[in-house]
C-alpha cells in the first residue's frame, strides 16, 4: 500500500553530480526508514545508503561514504541522493526502498538508470 516513484537518473561524466529523488505515496504514515540500493549488470543489488524516518540516523556503504549524501523531507514524503564525485563504476539502476513498521514490510520503486561515462 506504499508506492515509490524514483527520478533524476541521466547519464553524466566522471567527476559530474547528480541528485535522485524517491516520491513515496500511499501508506506514509507507517514508513520507519528508506533506503537506496543500486544494481550494475551482473552483480546483484546493493545497499548503498539509509535513513531513518524520525530521527534522520543515516549510513552508507563505504564504496560511496564521502561521495553521496542521502536525505530526507518528511513534509513531502520524499527522499533525496545527493551524489558527487561520480565514477564510472557508480553506473548502475538505483532504486528506492521503505521500510515499514520497523522493516515488517518493505517496497521497492521501480528504478532509475545512472550512467557515468568516462
Known amino acids: 500500500q506504499v508506492q515509490l516513484v524514483e527520478s533524476g537518473g541521466g547519464l553524466v561524466q566522471a567527476g559530474g553530480s547528480l541528485r535522485l529523488s524517491c516520491a513515496a505515496s500511499g501508506r506514509t504514515f507507517g514508513i520507519t526508514g528508506m533506503n537506496w540500493f543500486r544494481q550494475a549488470p551482473g552483480k546483484e543489488r546493493a545497499f548503498i545508503a539509509g535513513?531513518?524516518?524520525?530521527?534522520?540516523?543515516?549510513s552508507y556503504a563505504d564504496s560511496v561514504k564521502g561521495r553521496f549524501t542521502i536525505s530526507r523531507d518528511n513534509a513531502k514524503n520524499t527522499m533525496y541522493l545527493q551524489m558527487n564525485s561520480l565514477k564510472p563504476e557508480d553506473t548502475a539502476v538505483y532504486y528506492c526502498?521503505?521500510?515499514?513498521?520497523?522493516?515488517?514490510?518493505?517496497?521497492w520503486g521501480q528504478g532509475t538508470q545512472v550512467t557515468v561515462s568516462s
Open positions: 535513513i531513518n524516518w524520525s530521527g534522520g540516523d543515516t
Open positions: 526502498h521503505a521500510e515499514i513498521n520497523g522493516a515488517t514490510r518493505t517496497y
